[in-house]
């Protein structure tokens, strides 16, 4: 069964390897501020096509406050290669905290049963899941919840 809305953000404990920081620095910054995890794979090609969207989206309400945390999330043999993580990484921008998570510990703490890439999970400043959305229509629905959360900052800016 996945994560349901009001559900308490697990912990990022786990991860095999951080990169952009670490489990420490990803903890203290989401800590009391809206928070929007994302998963991928290097092997996804949605996630890949949606990078700059999300790259936009982090832009634009990073500047409101969201905090995000990037998970790399192996499916296959080659997606552990961290070489290829990394490389990813810097072709993406991804320049959030980036946990790799090879034994799938994230993926079950976020109860991600079936693996889903790209998975976007978005909770509150209290840590409470607002939204969670999945593959390529993902970002739309992401966008639609990050518009309601930061709906009275955004029109002030």
């Not at 899941?129 to 955004?154: W, Y």
Request: charged letters at 25%.
């Amino acid at each position: 069964m996945p994560m349901r809305i009001g559900d308490a953000m697990p912990s990022l404990e786990g991860a095999t390897t951080w990169f952009n920081g670490s489990l420490e620095d990803a903890t203290e910054t989401i800590k009391e501020k809206p928070t929007l995890v994302h998963f991928w794979a290097v092997s996804c090609g949605i996630c890949k096509d949606k990078m700059p969207q999300l790259n936009e989206i982090k832009k634009k309400y990073g500047a409101l406050g969201l905090q995000t945390i990037a998970v790399h999330m192996p499916r296959y043999e080659a997606d552990t290669d961290l070489d290829l993580v990394d490389e990813a990484i810097t072709a993406n921008h991804i320049t959030e905290p980036t946990a790799v998570d090879s034994l799938h510990k994230l993926k079950d703490a976020f109860l991600n049963e079936q693996g889903w890439v790209p998975v976007y999970y978005l909770f509150d400043a209290e840590g409470k899941l607002k939204t969670r959305a999945a593959g390529e229509f993902g970002i739309s629905v992401l966008q639609t919840a990050l518009d309601k959360m930061f709906a009275t900052q955004a029109a002030a800016a």
